[in-house]
């Protein structure tokens, strides 16, 4: 099945620096590649996802990147804030390939954004 | 903060004993899911539900049972065969299931111990 590794596990960071995060997969098939942030406390939340059809997506400060022929996808966060502090999971999956919307997660990495 | 709700958000079990963890949704949504968070492993998905009244194995099935008798409930029961399960559970759920890559919304939780 697939197999999805996230690095770094932790990130600490300046206020206003870029934080980049980085994963890879497995399977050359995956199609479709969300992250999610968790606040400390708080359930996962969708901040951006990306399909294999296009190379990055953008969204104000994040943005996503895919490299499919590396098999590897990045979570890009620019002028950081307090509130980017969070653990951020990546995923990945193949719909065509697994039914139920079935998603394989990275490890986390925990981001901590010092004013 | 509707939408998804877990019960309790904390819980302990005693050893052989069974307990089941709440998930009631009040979205429409047809598919739900339950993860497994444990720290530095992201989150492995358990079992999930595309529809009413059907559910498959996630990776990670074996000393779990769910059922989904209603469309906004799908209990998890962790049963005694499960021998480490002291972990962080997460309910989702989805639009649809099915060869779809949608958003997840996930519940707040709920924190199982061993006494």
């Known amino acids: 099945g697939e197999n999805v590794e996230q690095h770094p596990s932790t990130l600490s960071v300046q206020e206003g620096d870029s934080a980049v995060i980085k994963c890879t997969y497995s399977d050359s098939a995956s199609n479709y590649f969300p992250w999610y942030k968790q606040e400390l406390g708080k359930r996962p939340q969708l901040i951006i996802d990306?399909?294999?059809?296009?190379g990055e997506k953008k969204d104000q400060r994040i943005a996503v990147t895919l490299n499919k022929t590396a098999k590897h996808f990045s979570l890009h966060i620019t002028e950081t804030q307090p509130e980017d502090s969070a653990v951020y999971f990546c995923a990945a999956s193949n719909a065509a390939k697994a039914a139920g919307n079935k998603l394989t997660f990275g490890g986390g990495t925990r981001v901590l954004v010092k004013p | 903060d509707g939408g998804i709700t877990q019960s309790p958000k904390y819980l302990f079990r005693k050893e052989g004993q069974n307990v089941t963890l709440s998930c009631e949704q009040n979205l429409n949504h047809d598919a739900m899911y339950w993860y497994r968070q444990d720290p530095g492993q992201g989150l492995r998905l358990i079992y999930y539900?595309?529809?009413?009244?059907?559910?498959q194995k996630g990776d990670i099935a074996e000393g779990y049972s769910v059922s989904r008798e209603k469309k906004e409930s799908f209990p998890l029961t962790v049963t005694s065969a499960q021998k480490n399960p002291t972990a962080f559970y997460l309910c989702a759920s989805s639009i649809q299931g099915g060869n779809t890559n949608e958003k997840l919304f996930f519940g707040s939780g709920t924190q199982l111990s061993v006494l």
């Open positions: 990306i399909r294999s059809n296009v």
């Open positions: 539900s595309q529809i009413v009244n059907d559910f």
